[in-house]
């Protein structure tokens, strides 16, 4: 049987319940961007509207600790907010990756390469080998 993934103890129950409803009604932006990041189809697992604190990250790769958020309209008027919930979820080591639904919807594969960009940053890299030419 596959592991199921779980949240206890990360967000509390009301947080739960409504990352799955956000799932439920995704905008056009979200949908687009989840079909051509799911699956591991960039090399790492993406969580779609994934809760975590007082927070429902829309994507979210908990192995590198990057959350994907698509920006509508209403974040025009709250970019303060924005801002400092950035500045929560660094705090705990959790990038925050920002687009646009317009570019989304406009420039997929730009934001992809973006996307995997910010991943390939963030993927730790192999040290140097210890044992160099038999040493």
């Known amino acids: 049987?596959?592991?199921?993934?779980?949240?206890?103890?990360?967000a509390d129950r009301a947080k739960v319940d409504f990352a799955r409803e956000q799932r439920?009604?995704?905008?056009?932006?979200?949908?687009?961007?989840w079909k051509a990041v799911r699956r591991n189809q960039l090399g790492v697992w993406i969580r779609r509207q994934h809760p975590i604190g007082d927070f429902v990250l829309d994507f979210y790769c908990a192995e590198l600790r990057l959350a994907i958020e698509v920006d509508g309209p209403v974040?025009?008027?709250?970019?303060?907010?924005?801002?400092?919930?950035?500045?929560?979820?660094?705090?705990?080591?959790?990038?925050?990756?920002?687009?646009?639904?317009?570019r989304v919807r406009e420039e997929l594969p730009a934001v992809l390469a973006e996307i995997r960009a910010e991943?390939?940053?963030?993927?730790?890299?192999?040290?140097?080998s210890p044992c160099r030419g038999g040493e």
Do not use: N
Not at 1 to 10: D, F, L, P, S, Y
């Open 1 to 10: 049987m596959a592991r199921k993934h779980t949240v206890e103890g990360v």
């Open 24 to 33: 439920k009604a995704p905008t056009r932006a979200e949908k687009m961007l």
């Open 75 to 102: 974040h025009d008027e709250q970019e303060g907010y924005d801002r400092w919930r950035d500045e929560q979820l660094g705090k705990w080591g959790i990038a925050v990756l920002r687009v646009s639904e317009e």
């Open 119 to 128: 991943l390939a940053a963030r993927h730790p890299s192999p040290g140097p």
